[in-house]
């Protein structure tokens, strides 16, 4: 190795630690974003102005490592663009009733499918807010759409070599769902029978 290569190399790898420490800084911003556009849609609050400062951070944050494999490839970017992926699907979902694509988010298509797994969690959450509101129709519908992410995405089958933590996250949310299923079954029954019993007063009453 010659004098001139090592100073090549020297000059490279500092930028890459100059980018990474940047990268490390902004990622906490953007996961700190993410979480609050959550918890705003989670109690019915207007995030529209949350997402659009979202789209924006995050996009500067991905576009200035899209040019370093090191950077762009690495599980410190991977991980904020998962929650990136969960908070936009999850805000659209609630508010907008739709999914959003692979090309409008704009993001690694393994980012994608990974954080698109993990709105079910909080569509879980949300449907119990519902529910303590006596919404249970509509809590119901986001188990739907739930049951539909998981059997659509179920159908994949790869190693964690190439889609780290895909199969562990399949088998856990298979029992969220399960179990979300069977409390809602359990409330809409308890619902249906008080309501049967309410009507029967009233007619005992008459």
């Not at 700190?32 to 918890?39: P, Q």
């Not at 949310?173 to 299923?181: L, N």
Request: with cysteine; glycine share 4%; aromatic share 10%.
């Amino acid at each position: 190795m010659s004098e001139l290569d090592l100073q090549f190399v020297k000059k490279y790898l500092d930028r890459i630690d100059i980018l990474r420490e940047q990268l490390i800084k902004q990622s906490r911003d953007i996961v700190s974003m993410c979480r609050r556009v959550i918890h705003t849609c989670m109690h019915g609050g207007n995030a529209s102005q949350l997402v659009l400062d979202l789209k924006n951070r995050f996009m500067e944050l991905y576009n200035s490592a899209r040019n370093i494999p090191e950077l762009f490839y690495s599980s410190l970017l991977q991980s904020v663009a998962i929650e990136y992926v969960e908070a936009l699907q999850f805000y659209s979902i609630v508010r907008e009733s739709k999914f959003l694509t692979l090309d409008e988010l704009n993001v690694h298509p393994t980012a994608y499918i990974l954080g698109l797994l993990d709105v079910i969690g909080e569509l879980k959450r949300y449907s119990l807010e519902l529910i303590k509101n006596g919404k249970i129709d509509e809590s119901f519908s986001f188990l739907e759409k739930a049951e539909y992410i998981y059997d659509l995405l179920s159908t994949l089958n790869y190693v964690d070599a190439i889609l780290p933590g895909f199969r562990r996250k399949v088998d856990v949310y298979r029992k969220v769902i399960d179990d979300w299923r069977e409390l809602l079954i359990d409330l809409r029954s308890r619902k249906d029978l008080i309501d049967k019993i309410e009507r029967m007063k009233i007619g005992i009453g008459d």
